[in-house]
């Protein structure tokens, strides 16, 4: 199982930046996948998720990004986007996608509970 994670940059605050988080080895639509970020000498975050399609497939957020972000899945091309807008210095960080080898009971908001990673792309957010 790969995780692909592309699409970080260095933008100003304001601006947007679409990640993509492509897939191979497991299909998109029978997994939960989440993305998290990781700041210089801070635990990895939980930023949102979307479950897997037999369970809604509905995304959630974390409140510091809920209303400026957007997680979507695109079955066809076996790919998870993330959409941040209105970005703010402090989303710099550089941003994971994981994949849930099972549905978990609970809001699978924990790094733990996410069985393969991709290697991260970092978002620098300039004041």
């Known amino acids: 199982v790969q995780l692909q994670a592309s699409g970080g940059g260095s933008v100003q605050a304001g601006e947007s930046l679409r990640l993509a988080c492509a897939v191979s080895?497991?299909?998109?639509?029978?997994?939960?996948l989440a993305w998290f970020r990781q700041a210089p000498g801070k635990e990895r975050e939980f930023v949102g998720n979307?479950?897997?399609?037999?369970?809604?497939?509905?995304?959630s957020y974390a409140d510091s990004v809920k209303g400026r972000f957007t997680i979507s899945r695109d079955s066809a091309k076996n790919t998870v986007f993330l959409q941040m807008n209105s970005l703010k210095f402090e989303d710099t960080a550089v941003y994971y996608c994981g994949l849930a080898e099972r549905h978990l009971a609970g809001p699978m908001i924990r790094a733990s509970d996410y069985d393969f990673w991709g290697m991260g792309t970092q978002v620098t957010v300039s004041s």
């Open positions: 979307i479950r897997r399609s037999a369970y809604g497939g509905s995304p």
């Open positions: 080895g497991r299909t998109v639509s029978r997994h939960g």
